[in-house]
């Protein structure tokens, strides 16, 4: 893949801002170079921008190079960043399949990029074909969700690897729910594909969604692209500093999303007993897909009693649906036990 015919010009040509923590590398006793204040350490001084200690620990966990990591504000930066670097507003565009996550198609209408949608099958699958049929010289990434949001599904390996081989810009695979599903990661195959993204987020199996960290895994090309781009210090020092914290808790991760596959599991089963339960999708994420009957009646039910789901009734393929979280044993509880005074 020549990266040179993807990349929109300005981009190319674009001289990266460079910050004062850019410019050295190692440590340093006297600070005078980022007019910062001397006082309130240690959250008067700017980050490190590149956030090298972090990604030094997730490269650990996740046995990849810290080059091939970008890190960022949830995953939602990574996603609007790469649109920003390879589509030309009002002339390009990407292709996203329908259903899936919204903020594909909000972070290229934000740059005036087109959205092309491909439907699911009505199991929730790839068509392949029809999905490299919608592919124009003007589209420069697909993005594709596996396990999907909102149906939770993992979508099949070999039609991944089929568009990763027939499509000549780039594939951004989205496996924020990976941890929940049976089926691997593509990351063995990031070195043998390089133009595929992969994104995973913080925020669903290891419970950080309120420090808002998300990462990217790519190309040193690719990485690179995106650290010229993004904000200088975009990962706060209080983000780093809670998530190399966090990053040791993994032996504590795995046993939050074994409980959570079982209560998922418990939920899936329970929930088909209710009359005005239609079909419990099956599902590889954190999250189940539940079609009922008067599902926007059940959701509006539900809020008067404090309990809050996302009613997915709007969404293609999706008619009269709600999306409900799988929460701890006792929210499940609280759940179950609203439905029950429903019948």
């Given at each position: 893949m020549d990266l040179s015919k993807l990349l929109r010009k300005n981009i190319a040509e674009l001289k990266p801002y460079s910050s004062a923590r850019d410019e050295y590398a190692g440590e340093a006793m006297v600070f005078l170079d980022a007019n910062e204040n001397p006082?309130?350490?240690?959250?008067?001084?700017?980050?490190?921008?590149?956030?090298?200690?972090?990604?030094?620990?997730?490269?650990?966990?996740?046995?990849?190079?810290?080059?091939?990591?970008?890190?960022?504000?949830?995953?939602?930066?990574?996603?609007?960043?790469?649109?920003?670097?390879?589509?030309?507003?009002?002339?390009?565009?990407?292709?996203?399949?329908?259903?899936?996550?919204?903020?594909?198609?909000?972070?290229?209408?934000?740059?005036?990029?087109?959205?092309?949608?491909?439907?699911?099958t009505e199991d929730f699958e790839i068509d392949v074909d029809a999905l490299l049929e919608t592919v124009n010289p003007n589209t420069k990434l697909i993005?594709?969700?596996?396990?999907?949001?909102?149906t939770g599904n993992s979508l099949d390996a070999e039609k991944i690897q089929k568009v990763i081989d027939e499509f000549d810009g780039i594939v951004v695979l989205d496996e924020a729910y990976i941890d929940f599903a049976p089926g691997k990661s593509f990351f063995p195959k990031l070195n043998e594909n390089a133009n595929l993204v992969i994104l995973q987020t913080f925020s669903k199996a290891w419970g950080m969604a309120g420090i808002r960290l998300g990462m990217a895994f790519a190309s040193v090309e690719i990485v690179s692209i995106l650290n010229k781009i993004k904000y200088p210090y975009n990962l706060n020092i209080l983000t780093q500093t809670k998530a190399l914290e966090l990053v040791e808790k993994k032996e504590e991760v795995k046993k939050w999303v074994k409980l959570l596959i079982a209560e998922r599991a418990k939920m899936a089963d329970l929930l088909k007993g209710f009359p005005f339960v239609v079909q419990v999708?099956?599902?590889?994420?954190?999250?189940?897909?539940?079609?009922?009957?008067?599902?926007?009646?059940?959701?509006?039910?539900?809020?008067e009693r404090g309990i809050i789901v996302r009613n997915r009734s709007n969404v293609h393929l999706c008619d009269d649906s709600l999306?409900?979280?799988?929460?701890?044993?006792?929210?499940?509880?609280?759940?179950?036990?609203?439905?029950?005074?429903?019948?």
């Open positions: 006082f309130n350490e240690p959250y008067n001084r700017y980050p490190d921008p590149l956030q090298r200690e972090l990604k030094q620990k997730i490269s650990k966990i996740k046995d990849i190079t810290p080059e091939n990591i970008f890190l960022g504000n949830g995953s939602d930066e990574p996603i609007d960043l790469l649109i920003r670097a390879f589509c030309e507003p009002g002339t390009d565009n990407i292709i996203t399949f329908n259903p899936t996550y919204g903020m594909y198609e909000v972070a290229a209408g934000v740059n005036n990029v087109e959205v092309k949608k491909v439907s699911l993005f594709l969700c596996s396990p999907n949001n909102p999708h099956p599902s590889d994420a954190n999250f189940l897909l539940i079609k009922m009957h008067d599902a926007k009646g059940i959701y509006h039910y539900l809020v999306r409900i979280t799988i929460g701890s044993s006792s929210e499940n509880e609280t759940l179950l036990t609203a439905f029950k005074e429903l019948v």
